[in-house]
């Protein structure tokens, strides 16, 4: 139904194979885009690295958004290397242990505020650096969470900063929509990510979730990826601002 050939997509927040980034990264690419992938660190590097080369990445460099001056060496690659931007997939999000664990109003100043940084406002430093390189438009897609609306258990500190980020998908879809830059967020259900492994009893939210949806079943990265690649397609051009949950129905039950 539609094509990615020729697009150039980064996509920032592979740890493994069950990464929902990663999901999106073999979607992109068998629509035909180029990808540029980035790992966190020299001790992710050889867990991301072979994903990237399995997927014939032009672009393959460490990025830690909280590092000053990394996102700017990898967008200084891009213009080097592509000249220009068509997508970026933002798939990163990080709270202090202490902070994770514990209730939203103990929340420690400083752990809020790197939860804050790290998980949307990294988002929005990437969309003002891919803004030049995409004259004819493109896409920005963050990953969001049900948590972001509705209390989940356990979920704590990551769902005001959920928020903020949709919140920040909605104004920046507004302040770029006359340059053709759509921005989305993708809200999948509860996945077995490494990320999600911090979350206290994260399993028994994944086994309410698939209990409750009318699918009974968990969204998996491969559909994280099949939605991602439509609205970074030309078919999904007249798309944006919005929170897409892709979660079989859950986020429509009580």
């Given at each position: 139904?539609?094509?990615?050939?020729?697009?150039?997509?980064?996509?920032?927040?592979?740890?493994?194979?069950?990464?929902?980034?990663?999901?999106?990264?073999?979607?992109?690419?068998?629509?035909?885009?180029?990808?540029?992938?980035?790992?966190?660190n020299d001790k992710a590097e050889p867990h991301v690295r072979p994903l990237a080369e399995d997927l014939g990445?032009?672009?393959?460099?460490?990025?830690?958004?909280?590092?000053?001056?990394?996102?700017?060496?990898?967008?200084?690659?891009?213009?080097?290397?592509?000249?220009?931007?068509?997508?970026?997939?933002?798939?990163?999000?990080?709270?202090?242990?202490?902070?994770?664990?514990?209730?939203?109003?103990?929340?420690?100043?400083?752990?809020?505020?790197?939860?804050?940084?790290?998980?949307?406002?990294?988002?929005?430093?990437?969309?003002?650096?891919?803004?030049?390189?995409?004259?004819?438009?493109?896409?920005?897609?963050?990953?969001?969470?049900?948590?972001?609306?509705?209390?989940?258990?356990?979920?704590?500190?990551?769902?005001?900063?959920?928020?903020?980020?949709?919140?920040?998908?909605?104004?920046?879809?507004?302040?770029?929509?006359?340059?053709?830059?759509?921005?989305?967020?993708?809200?999948?259900?509860?996945?077995?990510?490494?990320?999600?492994?911090?979350?206290?009893?994260?399993?028994?939210?994944?086994?309410?979730?698939?209990?409750?949806?009318?699918?009974?079943?968990?969204?998996?990265?491969?559909?994280?990826?099949?939605?991602?690649?439509?609205?970074?397609?030309?078919?999904?051009?007249?798309?944006?601002?919005?929170?897409?949950?892709?979660?079989?129905?859950?986020?429509?039950?009580?």
């Amino acid at each position: 139904m539609f094509s990615l050939a020729g697009q150039k997509i980064l996509v920032v927040g592979i740890a493994n194979e069950h990464s929902i980034a990663y999901g999106c990264a073999r979607a992109f690419r068998a629509q035909g885009a180029d990808l540029a992938v980035t790992w966190l660190n020299d001790k992710a590097e050889p867990h991301v690295r072979p994903l990237a080369e399995d997927l014939g990445a032009e672009i393959m460099m460490p990025l830690d958004v909280s590092q000053p001056g990394q996102l700017e060496k990898v967008f200084d690659k891009i213009v080097a290397t592509w000249g220009r931007v068509d997508t970026i997939l933002h798939s990163i999000a990080f709270a202090p242990r202490d902070d994770l664990h514990g209730r939203v109003i103990d929340s420690s100043a400083e752990g809020f505020a790197k939860a804050m940084d790290v998980s949307v406002h990294s988002f929005l430093r990437m969309i003002r650096l891919a803004e030049p390189l995409m004259p004819a438009g493109g896409t920005c897609l963050s990953v969001s969470f049900h948590g972001s609306t509705r209390v989940v258990r356990h979920y704590n500190v990551m769902g005001p900063v959920k928020a903020a980020l949709e919140s920040s998908v909605r104004y920046a879809a507004a302040e770029l929509g006359e340059k053709g830059i759509r921005v989305h967020a993708l809200s999948p259900g509860p996945l077995a990510t490494r990320a999600a492994s911090g979350i206290d009893h994260f399993d028994e939210l994944m086994a309410e979730a698939a209990s409750r949806a009318p699918t009974h079943h968990l969204a998996t990265i491969e559909d994280v990826g099949a939605m991602a690649a439509f609205l970074a397609s030309p078919e999904a051009r007249n798309l944006t601002g919005g929170v897409h949950d892709i979660d079989g129905g859950y986020s429509i039950t009580a």
